[in-house]
């Protein structure tokens, strides 16, 4: 059983940063791929960032590449990540969630355990 607990949100003016962190509990932390997905209201959650369970690999959405950043400690069981560059587009609840797959890491439905979320509203 693993759960999680996001941090980090708020309001920031547009080109501004955050940096969200989401600290986990569970032994077996360090063998979860960890992903970073975000809700808008009423829109689907949708892919943000994921990175594999050893931190050597990374994957982003279109629309952050370049501007995000996920990071791993599993030494402090969190992950990042770091926002910059934020439009009013990336208002949303950013949600971390986590799982033992290692394929398809943009569906949502590919994670088993997720945190309670944490707003972000980036005004313009």
């Known amino acids: 059983q693993v759960q999680l607990v996001e941090s980090g949100g708020g309001l920031v003016q547009a080109g501004g940063s955050l940096r969200l962190s989401c600290a986990a509990s569970?032994?077996?932390?360090?063998?979860?791929?960890m992903g970073w997905f975000r809700q808008a209201p009423g829109k689907e959650r949708e892919f943000v960032a994921a990175?594999?369970?050893?931190?050597?690999?990374?994957y982003y959405a279109d629309s952050v590449k370049g501007r995000f950043t996920i990071s791993k400690d599993n030494a402090k069981n969190t992950v990042y990540l770091q926002m910059n560059s934020l439009k009013p587009e990336d208002t949303a609840v950013y949600y971390c969630?986590?799982?033992?797959?290692?394929?398809?890491?943009?569906?949502?439905?590919?994670?088993?355990?997720w945190g309670q979320g944490t707003q972000v509203t980036v005004s313009s």
């Open positions: 969630g986590g799982t033992r797959y290692i394929h398809a890491l943009q569906s949502r439905y590919q994670y088993e355990y």
């Open positions: 569970g032994r077996t932390f360090s063998t979860y791929t």
């Open positions: 990175i594999s369970w050893s931190g050597g690999s990374t």
